[in-house]
DNA sequence: GTAATATAGCTTTTT
DNA sequence: GCTATATTAC
């Protein structure tokens, strides 16, 4: 039973526990992953259950294919049939079987954030508001809260009142109406449309209850309602179900998650056994020991005795710098002498994890001028570029007809004389037939309604559209930035970042190029959808020797020798409005999840000047440093160069008398 | 009617 | 620093 073998007693008995519910409660570093996997081999080789009725549902797309890949190793190829992803991407698969009985076609769109938010602005236009009157942001932030806690329109507008729900209400609606004639969904909906599916379809809920005789639920901490609700739609039926989870490490309570979930599991799935993990085999004991001694402060918290048998290892580092420069000069230098101490030591050996995104920039720029390689998870992404989501809009466009959002982002670029007054024109017939964008261009062109240039393009477009079928994915991207001048449109710009452009469109296509020749019978579709789930902690790829940075949300499941955290201050970590708004424990158990990703040795930084914008501000330690019992820490407070230097002239002086 | 340029406003964490 | 909008130029 070579798949169970090296599990500890407690890791074995969740490992085989026989039918669910189970509930695992897993403390940092505690092999979380082992079990998951070693579970999924169990059932398929010891209760010869298909692997295709396994349900594993990961926090990451990469987190999924980590667990394939393990289990490839265990029960060869079968492993490629489990259903394993996040929730989104398990979502998009029930969307796009049942999308008929949904009310979409096929070929439908997944909108990213940016996408959201121009609907959303589109939306707001038409309701004649503006984002003077109300921030689309704030707007946004609104219908994906109503979404991530299982509202419809309708059930928004009538639970609870507050003049912003009055405000927002009706653009939700409207913003939904527009979705579905867009043949478009968004991330809330990836999760919503399955729920809708299966709570109004008894067939449907057969069905997938039926498919599913096993389902896994990994990060349960971080569940949110219509996750949750998911869930038990899926799970309430034979299928055993088994949730893996930590408490302290629930950190996205900003996006709807509740820790709740994992607490009342009990309640929710009667006779549930719960193992607890608590033997940690990741970090040294004074790096689980600071790490605990920062987490106890929280009140709102179930006891947990997370211990480790592994060796005492260094004393955790705090170290005041002067400003941020000093403090990227500190990891710079430190990276350096711990890798001339260990030759064995390599870059990807390191991370730098922080609060906000903004924070990489003075790392960014040190690595670069040291020569310390570097990859960025997060913040800007190559797929978040204006030049790659023109093009990505070029062929969402050109895939889904109704996708008059993409559509009216292309039309007019490269500048091609269809302005206002045209498109104005081409909305009111969209208006009064009911029609998407496109239709109503062509009809306006059978009309005669176009001048020529609107008229050309809508007739490039139309052969486009013909084409796309035959086609290899790289060689239609390829030709649609080719025919419809976007490429030229950037190259005939002699600017330096237009040749940058140039080349980041010419990645695009070598990047379709590579997906198309992995996945043979792949869509233009298939690769659409997934460019948009994909997230930004699936880029982490332990094969190069580079440093990672990241925020420490994204480095969540993740562990590395050595850890920086950087910019620990009052007012960035815990940050400010987390302050205000009371999730200062939150914010305790994110410097939780941060400290315990390192495992033989973890330095705190902090800034005592920090400039944001154009203002800089004098920065006190945050208050997680002074938690953290001394004996697993050695601090050094900031101590200007003056002083150093009056030291130094003290020293010389006795040396060196008179 | 359309395109290029200036300005204001925001920047926590993300599938 | 970056984008959506307002203003001005073609």
């Given at each position: 039973m070579s798949h169970l073998r090296s599990l500890n007693p407690l890791q074995l008995r969740a490992a085989t526990y026989g039918k669910g519910p189970l509930l695992v409660l897993a403390g940092a570093g505690s092999g979380k992953t082992k079990v998951l996997t070693s579970r999924i081999a169990h059932l398929v080789i010891d209760k010869k259950l298909r692997p295709e009725g396994i349900l594993a549902v990961t926090f990451t797309n990469k987190a999924a294919q980590e667990i394939r890949e393990r289990l490839e190793r265990l029960i060869g190829e079968r492993a490629d049939k489990i259903w394993a992803g996040t929730f989104h991407t398990i979502g998009l698969r029930i969307i796009r079987e049942e999308a008929g009985r949904l009310g979409l076609k096929p070929g439908l769109t997944v909108y990213d954030e940016e996408e959201q938010l121009l609907l959303v602005n589109y939306v707001m236009s038409e309701l004649s508001m503006s984002n003077r009157d109300l921030p689309y942001r704030t707007v946004l932030w609104e219908i994906n809260l109503a979404k991530n806690n299982c509202l419809s329109p309708d059930e928004y507008a009538r639970c609870g009142e507050s003049d912003l729900r009055d405000a927002v209400a009706p653009v939700y609606r409207a913003y939904q109406k527009k979705l579905s004639a867009m043949n478009a969904v968004d991330f809330g909906d990836l999760i919503m449309k399955p729920i809708e599916l299966l709570e109004k379809d008894e067939a449907a809920l057969r069905k997938y209850r039926e498919r599913f005789s096993s389902i896994l639920i990994d990060e349960y901490q971080d569940t949110n309602r219509s996750q949750y609700t998911m869930t038990r739609l899926l799970a309430s039926g034979r299928a055993d179900l088994c949730a893996v989870g930590d408490p302290d490490q629930s950190i996205y309570g900003w996006r709807g998650a509740s820790v709740e979930n994992i607490l009342k599991f009990r309640e929710d799935y009667k006779d549930a056994v719960v193992v607890k993990l608590?033997?940690?085999?990741?970090?040294?004991s004074n790096i689980l020991g600071a790490a605990n001694s920062v987490i106890v402060n929280n009140e709102d918290r179930i006891e947990k005795n997370l211990w480790t048998g592994n060796l005492q290892g260094e004393p955790v580092v705090y170290e005041e710098c002067l400003n941020e420069d000093e403090e990227a000069r500190f990891v710079v230098k430190e990276i350096k002498r711990l890798k001339a101490a260990d030759p064995a030591m390599k870059f990807r050996d390191f991370t730098v994890l922080y609060?906000?995104?903004?924070?990489?920039r003075p790392f960014e720029e040190l690595f670069f001028e040291e020569g310390v390689p570097y990859t960025i998870i997060g913040g800007f992404r190559f797929f978040d570029r204006r030049e790659i989501k023109d093009c990505l809009a070029y062929l969402k466009a050109i895939q889904n007809p109704d996708d008059s959002l993409n559509f009216l982002r292309i039309v007019n670029v490269p500048p091609r004389g269809i302005g206002k007054a045209t498109l104005e024109r081409v909305h009111r017939i969209s208006d009064a037939h009911d029609a998407s964008l496109y239709e109503a261009f062509r009809r306006a062109r059978k009309e005669g309604a176009l001048n020529r240039d609107a008229s050309d393009f809508i007739g490039t477009f139309e052969m486009l559209r013909g084409e796309m079928p035959g086609m290899a994915l790289h060689d239609f991207a390829g030709r649609v930035l080719d025919i419809t001048g976007y490429e030229d449109f950037w190259a005939r710009k002699r600017t330096e970042d237009a040749d940058v452009r140039v080349k980041n469109l010419q990645g695009l296509v070598a990047s379709v190029r590579k997906y198309a020749e992995t996945h043979p019978k792949a869509t233009l579709a298939d690769y659409l959808n997934l460019v948009s789930l994909m997230s930004d902690a699936d880029q982490v790829d332990g094969r190069q020797d580079r440093v990672t940075l990241m925020t420490i949300h994204s480095a969540k499941g993740l562990e590395f020798p050595v850890v920086f955290m950087a910019g620990m201050e009052e007012g960035l970590f815990p940050h400010k409005r987390s302050v205000e708004e009371e999730t200062v424990e939150e914010e305790r158990r994110l410097c939780y999840v941060g400290m315990t990703r390192a495992r033989r040795l973890l330095f705190l930084t902090s800034a005592k000047h920090r400039t944001s914008g154009k203002e800089t501000a004098l920065q006190l330690p945050s208050r997680f440093i002074a938690e953290i019992g001394p004996a697993f820490v050695t601090k050094k407070a900031y101590v200007p160069a003056e002083r150093i230097r009056e030291h130094m002239d003290a020293i010389r002086k006795i040396l060196n008398p008179g």
């Open positions: 608590e033997q940690n085999y990741r970090s040294t609060r906000t995104n903004t924070q990489s």
